[in-house]
């Protein structure tokens, strides 16, 4: 299944939060606060007042209460408006 964004909605998969700490033990994502960086996976076409200004592979930075989780065929999600991404990573 593919999931297609409607109007300037945006689909994002998060990317996972590993951190080493200075003795060089790993921890994983789940044990802290998830990061507000995703990759964006689809995008939508947009609306006549809303350009378009990320493309899908783009590493970007989103708000932190924004979206709506999705899951689909054991893969997570998360939709939200173009609006509520911050910045993209370069």
Known sequence: MKLVPLGDRVVLKQLIAEETTKSGIVLPGQEKEKPQQAEVIAVGPGT????????VGDKIIFSKYS??????????????KQEDILAVIK
């Not at 006549?48 to 493309?55: L, R």
């Not at 979206?67 to 939200?80: N, Q, S």
């Open 48 to 55: 006549e007042d809303v350009k378009m200004e990320v493309e």
């Open 67 to 80: 979206g709506t989780e999705v899951k689909l065929d054991d893969d997570k999600f998360i939709i939200v």
